[in-house]
Structure formats: C-alpha cells, structure tokens
C-alpha cells in the first residue's frame, strides 16, 4: 500500500520555524514497483483552494518554489530515508494551512506546480502562525 505520512506540523509565532517531514513506504522512493521523482508540498488554507508551495526531483538538484515562499522555505530530500523536508523559515499567519506532501512518479519542471501531476498524496499536516 503506498503512503506518504507527513509530520512536524503544529504552531508557531510569526517569525518562527518548523521543519515538516514526509516519510514514503517503499524503498529508494521506489512506489509500486516504480521510483518516484518528484516530491512536492502543497497546502490549503480555509476556504481557499490547494495551492503549490515547493517541489524538488530525484537527484535534488532540481526545485522550484512559489513566488510567496521563495526565500523562506527550503526544500530537501534523502532518499536513502525515503523522506523530503520542507523547512519553513520566517514564518507568517498567511502560512497558515494544511500541508500535503506528494509524490509523482514522473512530470515536466513546468507542471510541477500542478496538483494534478501527482499520483500520491499525504493526509496533511497542521501549520498554525500566530501573530
């Protein structure tokens, strides 16, 4: 059964720090008998619709970040763990949301930020900013 189970959510203060985590069965990043190669974040505030945060490829070399958290989050993998972070930096209410982590197992750079390019996805994880 493929999962991706994402964890390190919870609160933060505006300014703060947190460091998500999404761990994927399987082995290497390989689902159903298939490697996956690229990991996303996605997540969706209250009454607003999924909306791509970052996204990285199998060697993590390749990344790609939405313009409203470019140069606050950072995102990474380690296959050897079958895990990829999100570390989110200088936190902000707007921030808050429901996190996904998702997997694909192939897509163009250009539709990265697509929801519909993944084939898997986590339950989500809280990210609550106070102000």
């Known amino acids: 059964q493929v999962q991706l189970v994402e964890s390190g959510g919870g609160l933060a203060q505006a300014g703060g720090s947190l460091r998500l985590s999404c761990a994927a069965s399987?082995?290497?990043?390989?689902?159903?008998?298939?490697?996956?190669?690229?990991m996303g974040w996605f997540r969706q505030a209250p009454g607003k619709e999924r909306e791509f945060v970052s996204a990285i490829n199998r060697s993590g070399i390749n990344t790609k970040y939405a313009d409203s958290v470019k140069g606050r989050f950072t995102i990474s993998r380690d296959n050897a763990k079958n895990t990829v972070y999100l570390q989110m930096n200088s936190l902000t209410p707007e921030d808050t949301a429901v996190y996904y982590c998702?997997?694909?197992?192939?897509?163009?750079?250009?539709?990265?930020?697509?929801?519909?390019?993944?084939?898997?996805w986590g339950q989500g994880t809280q990210v609550t900013v106070s102000s």
């Open positions: 998702a997997a694909a197992r192939s897509g163009l750079y250009s539709t990265w930020t697509r929801a519909g390019m993944y084939n898997y």
């Open positions: 399987g082995r290497a990043f390989s689902i159903d008998g298939m490697s996956i190669d690229v």
